[in-house]
């Protein structure tokens, strides 16, 4: 199985699990709390499609990928401009950084990986 959709299995699962274990009960920011629930679905959904070979699916792995590196840009530049303030979670900004980090990388790669399989014939 390829790269791109082994880790949209996982971020689809990990990304509103993750989300939860940092925000806890915490529902100040709806959308930034939901957010994560609804592009784990667009990855568990795109990942299926493309795994069933569906005709759409890697389209919407793209479209998936696509969404995902649009929200750590501001995710990961928003935690990076207030590495002063706390984290919501309690944990250091520097080790909330690390993790949307690589979770920004993987996203970036698959995006590469999912658009170069799509345009394959």
């Known amino acids: 199985m390829r790269f791109e959709i082994i880790a949209a299995y996982v971020l689809g699962i990990a990304l509103p699990v993750l989300e939860v274990c940092r925000r806890r009960n915490n529902f100040d920011d709806i959308p930034g709390y939901l957010d994560d629930f609804i592009v784990g679905a667009l990855l568990l959904w795109g990942a299926y499609a ?3 070979k569906k005709r759409y699916g890697s389209r919407l792995l793209v479209a998936a990928w ?3 590196c649009g929200g750590m840009w ?3 530049f928003g935690q990076l401009q207030n590495s ?3 984290d919501i979670s309690g944990l250091p900004n520097t080790i909330v950084l690390v993790i949307k980090l690589a979770i920004y990388g993987i996203a970036i790669a698959s995006l590469a990986l999912s658009i ?3 345009s394959r014939p």
């Open 84 to 86: 002063g303030h706390a």
């Open 74 to 76: 501001a995710s990961f």
């Open 116 to 118: 170069r399989q799509g």
């Open 50 to 52: 493309a795994t069933k």
């Open 66 to 68: 696509g969404i995902l």
